[in-house]
């Protein structure tokens, strides 16, 4: 029997971008920088980000759908001009991308620039439209993005914002320098207009007509013209923080801003007045929208953060779940059920049930947290950090003590190699400590170099082990740390990530350069593989044996080996969010990665092959969940070309069967089925991932649904 594994929308019929072996677990319903947000109404919207992410809401933000965009280009822009089922996006590398179903599909459009886009409009319908970007690029488009044209600018200023407020022919562009430019006739020429400021501006709103506007941009900048930009005048915002985005919805009186660490205000008197509104967030917010009037309003920033407001923003609410500080470790220390992460601000989580929730431990401090380890179970394990701070739990996390390491340096990882009495910490300027007796005490060992480690690992016992650092600095011991002894790595760059998969002879390096150094003589020799990537290598893993790998890093990288890292194949993440650990407990099956902006995010590859091109030819099948993360009711749609016995179970991730929802004979066609998140005995089941999987004839097809509560 053939496995196939398929994206969100099953790709049959054109190629996926690549295989979706990692899934979001927090935040949800993804982590991804959200840029901008356009409505329909209070109750359709889309959301535009980073990673080719677009989502889609069809119930006011109660439930978002991920879509299928077809790229990871990073997506600043996008407008819905007249209706939900027309729209654009544009972002990096000059990615145009147009829906006319709803956002079911995505196009990409010819540009002609490799300019990153950052603003879209169409003011009066989906046919004609600008689009601006770096180096002063504006495009320009009469046919609905069949062609665009390049217009010129006047200036190499990238360009963050456009609006035309009335019609295609007048309308203003902002960016870098305190640029604007106003153009009177349909773009054919733009002239710049005095803003009175050198200031970035980011983002700009002319309400109602061509002669009231607004922008807003760095250092709290907001200028208002009511002359159509012949003058423009300082508003007073009450801030210093940089103001990404501005709206006022219905006329020139009542707008508002959103900006740096959560930043939102609100005017009511035209901007005479700028008041301070509690986002809830401290998240940077990039996009700030209301579709119908300044009653309902969302605002989209950092780390996938939606918030919304339903009373004119006396209050915002968070449409997310989850936490967004960044971590920087994880261990699952006997199954891919139990595990940790760490992370910034004290953070310490827990998950018993395989990532489907994780639970946030009191660890009685607010200083980051770096490294971790629990060497036998999941009871006893240590934590380092900054200035020192090593805590150690004998409860399974329930409780952390302090422990006195003896030192202020920041402590960046620890390692108990084979029980929990005898283990290591490494930190700044070469701090080196180890204890004996449980953490009890901690004594400083000469570590024989002054650049700070990032990395330690002991791979068998308490006697070799190695660390990295900066200036590609590796240190081994082969006495249990009396003596320390530089190794000649090769290179300059910070060693980040260094791994022995099975004895003390065989290892791996990573560097913030990109590179990936391997030894087969502990050491003495580091030789440069090739894993084609030049972000920094943050972490590396090998399961089981010295063969099958990963290494994962800045920009969301995760690269894998099976040949003892001779070649690397590049996986879709699904994020460009940096990933500081990856870990996968008991072999290369179930993994997890952890990083900026609270990410982490699993792999699940039980067996399942990948596609082969005949299969074509021998069945196509449509299998998809709406929406997707849900709320109360999960709509699964399918599609069989052929009839016959059919079988549809929901499955937990732990594997288990949570509920049969379909078995028996199907004829072919469009069939679908209510999952409303119970299992066989009518129990609601908790937040988390699940599995959908759909078995007719020879062929299983196996997606997965977020359940959020």
């Not at 953490?439 to 070799?464: I, K, M, R």
């Not at 959908?692 to 649904?705: C, D, H, I, S």
Request: charged letters at 15%; hydrophobic letters at 35%; one cysteine or more.
């Amino acid at each position: 029997m053939r496995f196939l594994r398929m994206l969100l929308v099953v790709c049959f019929l054109i190629p996926c971008l690549g295989r979706a072996d990692w899934f979001w677990q927090n935040p949800l319903p993804q982590g991804n920088t959200l840029r901008s947000a356009s409505f329909i109404d209070d109750n359709v919207g889309y959301v535009i980000g980073y990673y080719g992410t677009i989502m889609k809401t069809t119930d006011g933000g109660a439930a978002w759908d991920i879509l299928s965009t077809g790229t990871t280009n990073s997506l600043y822009g996008g407008h819905f001009p007249v209706d939900a089922n027309t729209g654009y996006a544009v972002g990096s590398y000059g990615t145009v991308l147009k829906t006319t179903d709803a956002g079911t599909s995505w196009v990409s459009q010819t540009s002609g620039t490799s300019s990153t886009l950052r603003s879209i409009d169409f003011p009066q319908d989906a046919t004609t439209g600008y689009a601006v970007g770096t180096g002063g690029t504006i495009l320009k488009t009469t046919d609905g993005g069949a062609t665009w044209t390049s217009q010129t600018s006047g200036t190499s200023s990238t360009l963050y914002g456009i609006c035309f407020p009335v019609d295609a022919t007048t309308g203003y562009a902002v960016g870098a320098d305190g640029t604007i430019l106003q153009t009177t006739d349909g773009g054919a020429t733009w002239v710049g207009q005095t803003s009175g400021t050198i200031d970035d501006l980011y983002s700009v709103c002319f309400p109602a007509d061509i002669t009231t506007g607004y922008v807003v941009g760095e250092s709290g900048r907001i200028l208002k013209t009511t002359d159509a930009g012949t003058m423009w005048g300082i508003q007073t915002s009450g801030t210093t923080v940089d103001i990404f985005s501005v709206y006022f919805p219905l006329d020139a009186a009542t707008g508002y801003a959103s900006g740096e660490y959560g930043s939102v205000l609100k005017t009511t008197d035209g901007g005479a007045a700028w008041a301070t509104q509690i986002s809830g967030t401290s998240n940077h917010l990039y996009g700030v929208y209301c579709p119908t009037d300044d009653v309902i309003c969302y605002s989209v920033g950092r780390y996938g953060t939606i918030v919304k407001t339903m009373d004119s923003g006396v209050t915002w609410e968070s449409q997310t779940s989850g936490m967004t500080n960044t971590l920087y470790s994880t261990q699952f220390p006997v199954d891919a059920t139990t595990g940790y992460a760490v992370g910034g601000s004290g953070t310490i989580l827990k998950t018993t049930d395989g990532g489907s929730t994780w639970e946030s431990l009191a660890s009685g401090t607010t200083l980051s947290l770096w490294g971790l380890s629990f060497p036998l179970d999941n009871t006893t394990g240590y934590v380092v950090g900054f200035t020192g701070t090593i805590l150690k739990t004998t409860d399974a996390g329930i409780s952390w003590v302090s422990q006195t390491s003896g030192t202020m340096d920041y402590l960046l990882e620890v390692d108990f190699p084979a029980d929990d009495v005898t283990g290591y910490a490494v930190g700044q300027q070469g701090r080196l400590l180890r204890t004996i007796d449980g953490g009890t005490t901690w004594e400083s060992q000469n570590s024989n170099t002054s650049s700070t480690l990032y990395c330690l690992h002991f791979p068998v016992d308490a006697t070799t082990g190695y660390a990295g650092g900066h200036y590609g600095a590796i240190i081994k011991t082969e006495n249990a740390g009396t003596t320390w002894v530089n190794l000649t790595s090769g290179v300059s760059s910070e060693i980040r990530a260094l791994y022995f998969p099975t004895d003390a002879s065989t290892g791996y390096a990573g560097t913030a350069a990109g590179a990936i150094l391997k030894t087969t003589d502990g050491g003495a020799n580091w030789v440069p593989l090739s894993p084609g990537t030049s972000g920094a290598i943050l972490s590396i893993h090998f399961p089981v044996d010295a063969v099958t790998g990963y290494a994962s890093g800045s920009g969301g990288l995760i690269i894998k080996t099976t040949d003892a890292g001779t070649t690397w194949e590049s996986q879709n993440s699904g994020t460009n969010n940096s990933l500081w650990c990856t870990h996968f407990p008991t072999d290369d099956l179930i993994g997890y990665a952890v990083g900026s902006g609270g990410t982490i995010i699993k792999n699940i590859d039980v067996g399942i092959e990948e596609r082969e091109e005949h299969i074509l030819s021998e069945a196509k099948l449509l299998l998809q969940s709406l929406p997707n993360p849900f709320r109360e009711n999960a709509i699964i749609r399918y599609q069989l070309v052929t009839g016959g016995m059919t079988r549809l179970v929901i499955y937990n991730i732990a594997g288990q069967l949570v509920k049969s929802l379909v078995e028996g004979m199907h004829q072919a066609g469009s069939h679908e089925v209510i999952w409303d998140g119970t299992n066989e005995h009518g129990e609601h089941v908790s937040s988390g991932v699940y599995f959908y999987q759909l078995q007719t004839g020879n062929f299983v097809v196996t997606e997965r649904a977020a359940l959020i509560r």
